[in-house]
């Protein structure tokens, strides 16, 4: 904002630069002397006399006694009052000469109409000057500096126009920035989830703009950031149930748009892989997604098992190559919350449990719908998927207070959609092969241990920019690492932080 804000203000200098009718200005010097006798005294009271008349000289030259023979005498076709708008007459503190500058389109005209103004100034003054009993005036005006047509404009100053527009845009971007920064509640990454909660962070997706073509895991690469930050995903939901209570695990949302979804259905996908025993099933039955992505029929799922048309076990659909199945939403009831709350619900999570390894569930956002609220007290763990500059704070407070009242067991917290880079950018460091050893070589180091050449080195790290890495020993509870050290230099050894 900062930056394109003062763009802004230095495009918007430059425009008016341009479309602003360049302005001429040009000069003409009068100097004041008084008509005396050749003494010093004489001289010195004519110059402390001439000194005190130039201020009213230089009044005169805007009124129409002056103005108006300028008009006549070039055929402007201009009023006096018009005319004194362009007109500016100035002088110097303790000295006799006046300056008469004139504004104008023209640079011609600009000069043709100060010497005018100049000539009549000195008519006009000879003038007021002269007794009334006849005789000369004691004053006399001449022209020391002829008005010269100028050679560049005098307005616009393109140069200064720019340096105000670019400080005006810095300053209003910087203001910009700071109202829209404490003005602004949309969350964006973990400091501004710590200042509501403390709850867990198992993982952080980045943001993919293919997403929206390809949102499963297995339609990009395996080693594409949005895999690995699935499969970290899954480690980390294994140590935040590291007791295996939680054998289904609810997934939700605050608002619709956050990615809980596609965050429960590659998550699934990420448990199979991992060689589980995955039941998705597809919960949300207001606005059910699963099928669409997983390419499955909708027709009968969970609600047909709810109702008592049909058993489950005739109803789950295996995916993919793993031990994959899933149940989707089925027809769309008209009292999704009475269904989701019964005891046929328990039940049926109870039975899937019994025979899964792991029941990833998808449910509908928290504050919308009580859907997601009721279905919590049923399931082993809750997961809530934060969309990253979607969701603002207070909405996540309600939704996090939503789980609370009702006594669920939240495991933690996904953040989505974060940004590629920047502080609050997730970032992650995958495995290389380096094979630069020579065809024969022994692989030793100097010490004879085995050189790392050659060899497969892994090195899979996690962590948010804006923290520094740990090192040291480790005591108390396991928790994921921040970072690790950079690889070892060839032939060396590495010590792990």
Same mark, same amino acid.
């Given at each position: 904002?900062?930056?394109?804000?003062?763009?802004?203000?230095?495009?918007?200098?430059?425009?008016?630069?341009?479309?602003?009718?360049?302005?001429?200005?040009?000069?003409?010097?009068?100097?004041?002397?008084?008509?005396?006798?050749?003494?010093?005294?004489?001289?010195?009271?004519?110059?402390?006399?001439?000194?005190?008349?130039?201020?009213?000289?230089?009044?005169?030259?805007?009124?129409? =006694?002056?103005?108006?023979?300028?008009?006549?005498?070039?055929?402007?076709?201009?009023?006096?009052?018009?005319?004194?708008?362009?007109?500016?007459?100035?002088?110097?503190?303790?000295?006799?000469?006046?300056?008469?500058?004139?504004?104008?389109?023209?640079?011609?005209?600009?000069?043709?109409?100060?010497?005018?103004?100049?000539?009549?100034?000195i008519k006009a003054v000879d003038s007021l000057e002269r007794p009334r009993n006849g005789g000369s005036s004691p004053v006399a005006l001449s022209v020391i500096k002829p008005a010269t047509a100028p050679s560049a404009?005098?307005?616009?100053?393109?140069?200064?126009?720019?340096?105000?527009?670019? =400080?005006?845009?810095?300053?209003?971007?910087?203001?910009?920035?700071?109202?829209?920064?404490?003005?602004?509640?949309?969350?964006?990454?973990?400091?501004?989830?710590?200042?509501?909660?403390?709850?867990?962070?198992?993982?952080?997706?980045?943001?993919?703009?293919?997403?929206?073509?390809?949102?499963?895991?297995?339609?990009?690469?395996?080693?594409?950031? +949005?895999?690995?930050?699935?499969?970290?995903?899954?480690?980390?939901?294994?140590?935040?149930?590291?007791?295996?209570?939680?054998?289904? =695990?609810?997934?939700?949302?605050?608002?619709?748009?956050?990615?809980?979804?596609?965050?429960?259905?590659?998550?699934?996908?990420?448990?199979?892989?991992?060689?589980?025993?995955?039941?998705?099933?597809?919960?949300?039955?207001?606005?059910?997604?699963?099928?669409?992505?997983?390419?499955?029929?909708?027709?009968?799922?969970?609600?047909?098992?709810?109702?008592?048309?049909?058993?489950?076990?005739?109803?789950?659909?295996?995916?993919?190559?793993?031990?994959?199945?899933?149940?989707?939403?089925?027809?769309?009831?008209?009292?999704?919350?009475?269904?989701?709350?019964?005891?046929?619900?328990?039940?049926?999570?109870?039975?899937?449990?019994?025979?899964?390894?792991?029941?990833?569930?998808?449910?509908?956002?928290?504050?919308?719908?009580?859907?997601?609220?009721?279905?919590?007290?049923?399931?082993?763990?809750?997961? =809530?998927?934060?969309?990253?500059?979607?969701?603002?704070?207070?909405?996540?407070?309600?939704?996090?207070?939503?789980?609370?009242?009702?006594?669920?067991?939240?495991?933690?917290?996904?953040?989505?959609?974060?940004?590629?880079?920047?502080?609050?950018?997730?970032?992650?460091?995958?495995?290389?092969?380096?094979?630069?050893?020579?065809?024969?070589?022994?692989?030793?180091?100097?010490?004879?241990?085995?050189?790392?050449?050659?060899?497969? +080195?892994?090195?899979?790290?996690?962590?948010?920019?804006?923290?520094?890495?740990?090192?040291?020993?480790?005591?108390?509870?396991?928790?994921?690492?921040?970072?690790?050290?950079?690889?070892?230099?060839?032939?060396?050894?590495?010590?792990?932080?």
């Open positions: 904002m900062i930056v394109a804000v003062t763009m802004a203000g230095l495009l918007g200098a430059a425009a008016i630069s341009i479309l602003i009718k360049p302005t001429y200005t040009s000069e003409t010097q009068l100097f004041v002397a008084i008509q005396s006798g050749g003494t010093v005294q004489e001289l010195q009271q004519g110059n402390t006399f001439s000194q005190a008349r130039v201020q009213s000289y230089v009044k005169t030259v805007s009124s129409p =006694v002056v103005l108006q023979p300028a008009i006549d005498a070039l055929g402007l076709p201009l009023t006096s009052d018009e005319l004194a708008g362009r007109v500016s007459a100035t002088t110097d503190l303790n000295t006799v000469l006046i300056t008469i500058a004139v504004k104008d389109s023209s640079p011609v005209q600009s000069a043709a109409i100060a010497q005018a103004i100049g000539d009549s100034l404009p005098s307005a616009p100053n393109t140069r200064l126009n720019l340096a105000l527009g670019l =400080v005006v845009g810095l300053l209003l971007g910087v203001g910009a920035a700071i109202v829209r920064s404490i003005l602004d509640t949309r969350l964006r990454g973990e400091a501004d989830l710590r200042r509501i909660s403390d709850a867990p962070i198992l993982g952080g997706i980045t943001f993919d703009a293919a997403a929206a073509t390809k949102p499963l895991l297995t339609q990009v690469s395996s080693q594409s950031p +949005r895999a690995e930050s699935f499969r970290q995903l899954r480690t980390n939901l294994h140590f935040a149930n590291v007791t295996r209570q939680a054998r289904s =695990v609810l997934l939700t949302s605050s608002l619709p748009g956050e990615g809980k979804s596609t965050t429960a259905t590659n998550l699934a996908i990420a448990l199979a892989q991992a060689g589980q025993a995955v039941c998705l099933v597809d919960a949300d039955l207001r606005r059910p997604m699963v099928d669409d992505y997983l390419g499955l029929a909708r027709n009968a799922g969970l609600t047909t098992v709810l109702v008592g048309d049909a058993d489950v076990d005739d109803l789950l659909q295996p995916w993919g190559e793993d031990n994959l199945f899933v149940l989707t939403s089925g027809q769309i009831p008209p009292n999704p919350s009475e269904l989701l709350g019964s005891r046929d619900m328990q039940q049926l999570v109870s039975r899937l449990e019994a025979t899964f390894d792991t029941v990833v569930i998808d449910a509908p956002p928290l504050l919308p719908v009580t859907d997601a609220a009721v279905l919590s007290q049923h399931v082993g763990g809750v997961v =809530v998927v934060v969309g990253s500059q979607k969701i603002r704070l207070q909405d996540l407070d309600k939704s996090l207070n939503a789980l609370k009242m009702v006594g669920a067991n939240l495991l933690g917290v996904v953040l989505n959609r974060l940004p590629a880079k920047g502080p609050e950018a997730y970032s992650y460091t995958y495995y290389t092969r380096e094979s630069h050893a020579p065809v024969g070589s022994d692989n030793k180091s100097p010490t004879g241990a085995a050189d790392t050449a050659g060899q497969e +080195r892994i090195y899979v790290a996690h962590s948010y920019q804006d923290e520094e890495s740990l090192s040291g020993s480790v005591t108390g509870t396991l928790r994921p690492a921040r970072s690790f050290p950079p690889a070892p230099a060839e032939g060396g050894t590495s010590e792990f932080h």
